[in-house]
């Protein structure tokens, strides 16, 4: 079909959202000189749409409008065009983002943005329907209406398109710290936002927002407040009960349309994924029930079998739809069940996960086990009910080879930096404490193709790689989510070359991104495209804040390596933030979180001892499984590589009496050296 139209500026491309625009009528650019150049030579004012591959509403739009010929003409007469992948392009999508938000109070995909030749924007929208529909603007309209008002009144735009950038320009407030009081706020504030009934925070949609369990989890610890980790446990029980989670083949949707977490927004992000498997460890941590860290394991299931690349890379998401409709590779009827399963096995899995002839779900059903029985079916079927979910786990498997014959949503197979680092970090952090050597293998590879395939011959990382093509100089999130990632490596396998490469990228980080005038890192670095603004981000959105995450893990190599002026940027980073964090402490969780390496009751452990010594290795996994946040983990092998020369404060540890040796250090303070059960005991206190 799309050999018979004619392609435009966009089939070049590899961003997988791009090239789906490569055949529209519209005469789309990629964002670039070229189509700046054309707009100033040709006196137009810029159409702006960012979206990403795997967004529903983006397709919508894309098939009422951007497909249409009438809407195309428009556009091509009097604008120029420019598409943008916000997952490719972050910082423009963050700079632009934040003006829609400014103007219209609110924000979203597909974004929509009038601008000048010269990239100041002054109009912002999400999804625009051809025609005018539930008191939504028509699109026909807004670009008629928008071209007349240029032609009549450039000046004027451009004169309020200056105003607005300025105004935006000047909203950085000056650095202030904080008090311990902030925590306690942010605390009372997701209390109050708390849904006792399905978990979350606040009304429909409800997105996972995984940073704020995390917070909540190390907030419980530190403070000995139950009802933060009961929260936690009820909205991972939600999220999970519901249609959120794909039953069938396990994963978490993005976030849910309904207060019960039934109806999911289909698509499947690698990032949520990632950091709602590290919020499962941490509870299953702070509570030791297994059903969590089951979860994890499912969630790592999905991205094995559907989100790795061969070399050990991780994809970046699935879509909603498929065959053009949202959700249909998801849903099911009872009918479809029991053709698959046989008629008895099939109407007990139908009661188990809610699937009737009613349907929750445009006459079909998400699976969910929202209003699950297991007793009462186990009951029926004369079996316990351990008995019974591993039938129930062998009908899923026969469901999910059937539904893998259903045309599949499109799969965004490109491999970003970020999203990568972050999963790194779970795959490592659930085989440290969970002792899987396969998570640790996952992670492994992984790291391995970023560290070969995404840095530059001088080092400098970069963003996004795709069919043998890396573009894109790295962003902050790519840098610290690496690290993290790195860091996590290095506490599940206590080797120091991780600890290097962190602390090599931490060094890139502060050199290319650090404000020093008033603290914190800015979204791209000084040797990146220079945009309008240059971001400063500290707010937690999907995903926790650059950042938040840069806080934590320059504490962390602190605290790992003893260097103490790392220690001082994360409290110049914090106090960069100060004044917004006290204002609205809840929409900083991360950064909260992160401060957790700097109180009184973190803990730098060292062990010392020789590796695969029995004692040494039973010390090993205690520390890892036992962990709290806050704590660091480092280990010095007295027959290997030396420590020291990565931990210089580590040079006078060694073993007492020939035996594994235990030092930690708490509260500012340096406990003696243990061995034998004195440095077991240490580890398990709470």
Request: proline share 4%; net charge negative; glycine share 8%.
């Given at each position: 079909?799309?050999?018979?139209?004619?392609a435009?500026?966009?089939?070049?491309?590899?961003s997988p959202?791009l090239?789906q625009?490569?055949y529209n009528?519209?005469?789309w650019?990629?964002?670039?000189?070229?189509?700046?150049?054309?707009?100033?030579?040709e006196?137009k004012?810029?159409?702006?749409s960012?979206?990403?591959?795997?967004?529903h509403?983006?397709?919508?739009?894309?098939?009422?409008?951007f497909e249409?010929?009438?809407?195309?003409a428009?556009l091509?007469?009097?604008?120029?065009?420019i598409?943008?992948?916000?997952?490719?392009?972050?910082?423009?999508?963050?700079l632009?983002?934040?003006?829609?938000?400014?103007m219209t109070?609110?924000?979203?995909w597909?974004?929509?943005i009038l601008?000048t030749?010269?990239?100041k924007?002054?109009f912002?929208?999400?999804?625009f329907?051809?025609y005018?529909?539930s008191?939504?603007?028509?699109?026909?309209?807004l670009l008629?209406?928008?071209?007349?008002g240029?032609k009549e009144?450039?000046e004027t735009?451009?004169?309020?398109a200056q105003?607005?950038?300025?105004?935006?320009s000047?909203?950085e407030?000056a650095p202030v710290?904080?008090n311990?009081?902030?925590?306690?706020k942010?605390?009372?504030?997701?209390?109050c936002?708390?849904?006792?009934?399905y978990?979350g925070f606040?009304?429909a949609?409800?997105?996972?927002s995984?940073?704020?369990?995390?917070?909540l989890i190390?907030y419980?610890?530190n403070t000995?407040?139950d009802?933060?980790v009961q929260?936690?446990e009820?909205t991972?029980?939600g999220?999970?009960?519901?249609?959120?989670?794909d039953?069938?083949?396990?994963?978490?949707?993005?976030?849910?349309?309904?207060?019960k977490?039934l109806?999911?927004?289909?698509?499947?992000m690698?990032y949520?994924n990632?950091?709602?498997?590290?919020a499962?460890?941490e509870t299953?941590?702070?509570?030791?029930?297994?059903?969590?860290?089951?979860?994890a394991?499912?969630i790592?299931?999905y991205?094995k079998r559907e989100?790795t690349s061969e070399q050990g890379?991780?994809?970046?998401?699935?879509?909603?739809d498929?065959?053009g409709?949202?959700g249909r590779?998801?849903v099911?009827t009872?009918s479809e069940?029991t053709?698959v399963?046989?008629?008895r096995e099939?109407?007990t899995?139908?009661?188990?996960y809610g699937?009737s002839?009613d349907?929750?779900?445009?006459?079909k059903?998400i699976?969910?086990?929202?209003?699950?029985d297991w007793?009462?079916?186990?009951?029926?079927?004369e079996?316990?009910?351990q008995?019974?979910?591993e039938h129930v786990?062998?009908?899923?498997?026969l469901?999910?080879a059937?539904?893998s014959?259903?045309?599949?949503p499109?799969?965004?197979?490109?491999?970003?930096t970020?999203?990568?680092g972050l999963?790194?970090a779970?795959?490592?952090?659930?085989g440290?404490v969970?002792q899987?050597?396969?998570y640790?293998?996952?992670?492994?590879?992984a790291?391995d193709f970023?560290?070969t395939?995404?840095r530059?011959e001088?080092?400098?990382?970069?963003?996004?790689?795709?069919?043998g093509?890396?573009?894109?100089?790295?962003y902050?999130?790519?840098?610290?989510?690496y690290?993290w990632?790195?860091i996590?490596l290095?506490?599940?396998?206590?080797d120091h070359?991780?600890l290097i490469?962190a602390l090599?990228?931490?060094?890139d980080?502060?050199?290319?991104?650090?404000?020093e005038n008033?603290?914190?890192f800015y979204?791209?670095?000084?040797d990146?495209?220079?945009?309008l603004?240059?971001?400063k981000p500290g707010f937690?959105?999907?995903?926790?804040?650059g950042?938040?995450?840069?806080?934590?893990?320059?504490?962390?190599l602190?605290?790992?390596?003893?260097?103490i002026?790392?220690?001082?940027?994360?409290?110049?980073?914090?106090q960069?933030f100060?004044q917004?964090?006290?204002?609205a402490?809840?929409g900083?969780?991360?950064?909260?979180?992160s401060l957790y390496?700097?109180?009184e009751r973190?803990?730098?452990?060292?062990?010392?001892g020789?590796?695969?010594?029995?004692k040494?290795?039973?010390?090993l996994?205690?520390a890892?499984?036992?962990?709290?946040?806050?704590?660091?983990?480092l280990?010095?092998?007295?027959k290997?590589?030396?420590?020291?020369?990565v931990?210089?404060f580590?040079?006078e540890?060694n073993?007492?009496?020939?035996e594994?040796t235990?030092?930690v250090c708490?509260?500012?303070?340096?406990q003696?050296?243990l061995?034998g059960?004195?440095a077991?005991d240490?580890l398990?206190?709470r």
């Amino acid at each position: 079909m799309t050999a018979q139209k004619k392609a435009n500026k966009l089939l070049n491309e590899k961003s997988p959202y791009l090239l789906q625009h490569a055949y529209n009528p519209v005469q789309w650019f990629p964002w670039g000189e070229e189509a700046f150049k054309k707009a100033k030579a040709e006196g137009k004012p810029v159409f702006l749409s960012i979206g990403y591959a795997t967004c529903h509403w983006c397709h919508v739009m894309e098939r009422e409008s951007f497909e249409d010929e009438e809407v195309a003409a428009l556009l091509n007469e009097h604008f120029i065009a420019i598409k943008v992948d916000r997952e490719e392009r972050p910082d423009i999508d963050q700079l632009y983002m934040n003006f829609c938000q400014r103007m219209t109070g609110h924000g979203g995909w597909p974004l929509t943005i009038l601008a000048t030749p010269t990239q100041k924007p002054f109009f912002a929208g999400t999804y625009f329907p051809k025609y005018e529909m539930s008191g939504r603007t028509g699109l026909l309209s807004l670009l008629s209406r928008m071209a007349q008002g240029w032609k009549e009144e450039q000046e004027t735009i451009e004169q309020f398109a200056q105003e607005m950038l300025d105004e935006q320009s000047s909203t950085e407030l000056a650095p202030v710290a904080f008090n311990q009081g902030v925590f306690q706020k942010a605390f009372d504030v997701l209390t109050c936002t708390f849904d006792e009934t399905y978990g979350g925070f606040g009304d429909a949609p409800k997105f996972p927002s995984p940073h704020q369990l995390s917070f909540l989890i190390a907030y419980g610890k530190n403070t000995g407040e139950d009802r933060a980790v009961q929260m936690v446990e009820t909205t991972l029980k939600g999220m999970y009960n519901g249609g959120l989670f794909d039953h069938i083949g396990g994963g978490f949707s993005r976030y849910s349309v309904d207060e019960k977490w039934l109806v999911p927004h289909f698509e499947k992000m690698l990032y949520d994924n990632a950091l709602l498997s590290i919020a499962a460890i941490e509870t299953y941590q702070a509570t030791e029930d297994q059903q969590y860290a089951d979860i994890a394991h499912a969630i790592f299931a999905y991205v094995k079998r559907e989100m790795t690349s061969e070399q050990g890379a991780f994809f970046s998401a699935e879509d909603a739809d498929s065959e053009g409709e949202e959700g249909r590779y998801y849903v099911w009827t009872p009918s479809e069940v029991t053709r698959v399963l046989g008629q008895r096995e099939g109407e007990t899995f139908c009661r188990l996960y809610g699937i009737s002839e009613d349907g929750n779900f445009e006459g079909k059903s998400i699976p969910n086990l929202l209003n699950v029985d297991w007793e009462e079916e186990a009951k029926d079927r004369e079996l316990s009910e351990q008995g019974l979910k591993e039938h129930v786990k062998e009908w899923r498997d026969l469901l999910l080879a059937a539904r893998s014959a259903r045309v599949p949503p499109l799969k965004d197979d490109k491999v970003l930096t970020s999203w990568n680092g972050l999963m790194i970090a779970a795959y490592a952090k659930a085989g440290k404490v969970l002792q899987s050597e396969d998570y640790i293998q996952a992670a492994k590879r992984a790291d391995d193709f970023l560290w070969t395939q995404l840095r530059r011959e001088d080092g400098r990382l970069m963003a996004r790689y795709r069919d043998g093509d890396v573009a894109h100089l790295a962003y902050l999130d790519d840098y610290v989510a690496y690290s993290w990632g790195l860091i996590e490596l290095y506490e599940a396998t206590f080797d120091h070359d991780y600890l290097i490469r962190a602390l090599e990228l931490t060094q890139d980080l502060l050199r290319l991104f650090w404000d020093e005038n008033n603290g914190g890192f800015y979204f791209y670095g000084e040797d990146g495209e220079q945009l309008l603004q240059r971001p400063k981000p500290g707010f937690d959105g999907a995903m926790p804040s650059g950042n938040g995450m840069a806080a934590a893990n320059i504490l962390r190599l602190s605290k790992l390596t003893g260097n103490i002026e790392l220690q001082g940027y994360a409290q110049t980073l914090s106090q960069a933030f100060g004044q917004e964090v006290k204002q609205a402490p809840h929409g900083f969780t991360s950064m909260l979180r992160s401060l957790y390496y700097a109180t009184e009751r973190s803990r730098e452990i060292v062990i010392v001892g020789v590796r695969g010594e029995e004692k040494l290795e039973a010390l090993l996994q205690l520390a890892q499984t036992t962990q709290r946040p806050g704590d660091v983990l480092l280990f010095k092998d007295m027959k290997k590589a030396d420590l020291s020369k990565v931990a210089p404060f580590t040079a006078e540890h060694n073993m007492m009496n020939d035996e594994p040796t235990l030092y930690v250090c708490e509260n500012f303070s340096c406990q003696m050296p243990l061995t034998g059960k004195e440095a077991m005991d240490v580890l398990t206190s709470r």
